[in-house]
């Protein structure tokens, strides 16, 4: 059994190796400390440094590299599949009954709107409320990183992402000028139908979008907080 001195000096050989997720390093701890121990029970005369230098060449140049590699494969996979999984829930029962209150806002506000201006004021009321939740994202985000005191690689931003960049680019094709966007609709003194239920269908995505990422980051920072509760400043 090794000492935790002799634990230390292995997560500090996974720092100057370049692995800085504590997630990882316990990962590579763990393999590297039942390899360690099974050399020094087979050889009781060898000492931990000299194990720890056989077991490393065991590992290969990239080694520890392909470790974190395959991880973020398949962390990158298993988010993919969650990301999926609660976007799909936002229509089907019972969330579905808040994606049908969204397109009820926005069909019933142009509906009982009297002229193009009020077209545009709905548009400016989502501008409003995109503010609102990128603001808010960036909160949360940095609520979590204070919280955490060592970097996970299950935690990492990269995951949560969704390139949502494109839909951006379509409401582009669709407004009158593929120049205007967004910010070149409300500076104008009417505003199309065609426009407005562009922009309310982007709204009403971003939202879902929003609402799933969001519970993603909360459902996998719970996760991390019972898996590697050291990894979290207390």
Avoid at 183 to 206: A, M, Q
Avoid at 211 to 227: G, Y
Wanted: hydrophobic share 45%.
């Amino acid at each position: 059994m090794l000492t935790d001195e002799q634990v230390q000096e292995l997560y500090a050989y996974c720092n100057r190796k370049g692995i800085h997720y504590y997630d990882v390093q316990v990962e590579i701890v763990d393999h590297m400390a039942n390899a360690i121990e099974a050399k020094m029970q087979a050889d009781p005369s060898m000492e931990f440094k000299k194990a720890l230098e056989e077991v490393h060449v065991s590992f290969g140049s990239f080694g520890l590299k392909e470790i974190v590699r395959s991880k973020s494969i398949y962390m990158r996979k298993s988010y993919k599949q969650m990301r999926r999984k609660l976007l799909w829930s936002y229509f089907t029962f019972p969330k579905v009954a808040l994606t049908i209150l969204l397109i009820l806002l926005v069909t019933t506000y142009q509906q009982f709107s009297v002229s193009a201006n009020m077209l545009m004021y709905g548009l400016s009321a989502m501008g409003l409320v995109f503010l609102y939740m990128f603001i808010s994202q960036e909160l949360l985000n940095k609520k979590i990183r204070k919280q955490h005191r060592q970097k996970l690689l299950m935690t990492d931003p990269q995951y949560f992402d969704f390139g949502f960049f494109y839909l951006i680019f379509f409401i582009q094709i669709g407004s009158r000028s593929l120049n205007e966007g967004l910010f070149g609709v409300l500076g104008k003194e009417n505003t199309t139908l065609l426009e407005y239920y562009l922009f309310s269908g982007l709204f009403i995505l971003y939202s879902i979008f929003w609402l799933v990422r969001k519970e993603m980051i909360n459902t996998v920072h719970r996760k991390a907080m019972e898996q590697y509760p050291a990894a979290f400043a207390k």
